[in-house]
C-alpha cells in the first residue's frame, strides 16, 4: 500500500537561516506531488506541484523554492527565512487524478 | 482563476443535531471534482465526502451528505445526528479535470457542543 512519510513534525528555526522539509512516497510511481501552507486559522495554499522528476510548478512568488530530485522524494528550501514563513506544511501525492492524499504536517515556527 | 468560498468562519451545533456548512465555487468548466476535507485538532487531512461534477446525484457517506446545486455553483455538505468526534475545521476543495490542482476554500471551524 502506499505511504507517505514528511518530517520533521516540528520545527523551530531562526529568521534568516535556511531551510529544508522533504517529503517521500513509498509505494507508487510517478505521483504528483504538492507542497501546501497553511498559515494560523487559514486555509490551505497551494505552494509548488510537480508532475515528474525536475518539473516544479509554482503558485504563488514566494521565499520558498521546491525541488524533485527523485521520483517519490520531494524537497521544500528557502535560502533565507522570513517570519511570515511560518506556517503548516503539507505535503500530499496524488496518482494523477483528484484523489489527494497528505501526509503528516510540518509546524515551522520562524523566530 | 477558481474560487472556493466558505463564508462561515465558524458554525456550532449540538450533539445529535444536523448542521450544513456552505461552500461556492467559481468556474466555466464542466468537468470537475468537489471535495469536503475534515482537518481536527491532529492537523491530519482526512476526506470526508467527494462529488463527480457530471454526476446529478448527491454523494453521501453514511452521515455526511451533500447538496450539489451545479447551475448555482453550490456544494453544502449536511451533517446528521453529529458527533462530538465530528469537531474539526471543514475545508470545502475544488479540483478541475486535467489541471493537477486542489484548490481549497478558507475552511469552516465546527464546534459540536455536548
Known amino acids: 500500500s502506499q505511504t507517505i512519510h514528511q518530517w520533521p513534525a516540528t520545527l523551530v528555526q531562526p529568521v534568516g537561516s535556511p531551510l529544508s522539509l522533504e517529503c517521500t512516497v513509498e509505494?507508487?510511481?510517478?505521483?504528483?506531488l504538492y507542497w501546501y501552507r497553511q498559515a494560523a486559522g487559514r486555509g490551505l495554499q497551494l505552494l509548488f506541484y510537480?508532475?515528474?522528476?525536475?518539473?516544479i510548478s509554482s503558485e504563488v512568488p514566494q521565499n520558498l523554492s521546491a525541488s524533485r530530485p527523485q521520483d517519490r522524494q520531494f524537497i521544500l528550501s528557502s535560502k533565507k527565512l522570513l517570519l511570515s514563513d511560518s506556517g503548516f506544511y503539507l505535503c500530499?501525492?496524488?496518482?494523477?487524478?483528484?484523489?489527494?492524499?497528505f501526509g503528516s504536517g510540518t509546524q515551522l515556527s520562524v523566530l | 482563476a477558481q474560487t472556493v468560498t466558505q463564508s462561515q468562519p465558524e458554525m456550532s451545533v449540538q450533539e445529535a443535531e444536523t448542521v450544513t456548512l456552505s461552500c461556492t465555487y467559481d468556474?466555466?468548466?464542466?468537468?470537475?471534482?468537489l471535495f469536503w476535507y475534515k482537518q481536527p485538532p491532529s492537523r491530519q487531512m482526512i476526506l470526508v465526502i467527494r462529488?463527480?461534477?457530471?454526476?446529478?446525484q448527491n454523494a453521501t457517506e453514511n452521515r455526511f451528505s451533500v447538496n450539489f446545486q451545479k447551475a448555482a455553483k453550490s456544494f453544502s455538505l449536511k451533517i446528521s445526528d453529529s458527533q462530538l468526534g465530528d469537531a474539526a475545521m471543514y475545508f470545502c476543495?475544488?479540483?478541475?479535470?486535467?489541471?493537477?490542482?486542489?484548490?481549497f476554500g478558507k475552511g469552516t471551524k465546527l464546534t459540536v457542543n455536548p
Open positions: 510537480s508532475v515528474g522528476i525536475g518539473q
Open positions: 476543495a475544488y479540483f478541475e479535470g486535467g489541471s493537477e490542482k486542489l484548490v
Open positions: 509505494g507508487t510511481s510517478n505521483p504528483n
Open positions: 500530499a501525492w496524488s496518482e494523477g487524478n483528484e484523489k489527494l492524499f
Open positions: 462529488q463527480e461534477a457530471y454526476k446529478q
Open positions: 468556474t466555466s468548466e464542466s468537468d470537475y471534482y
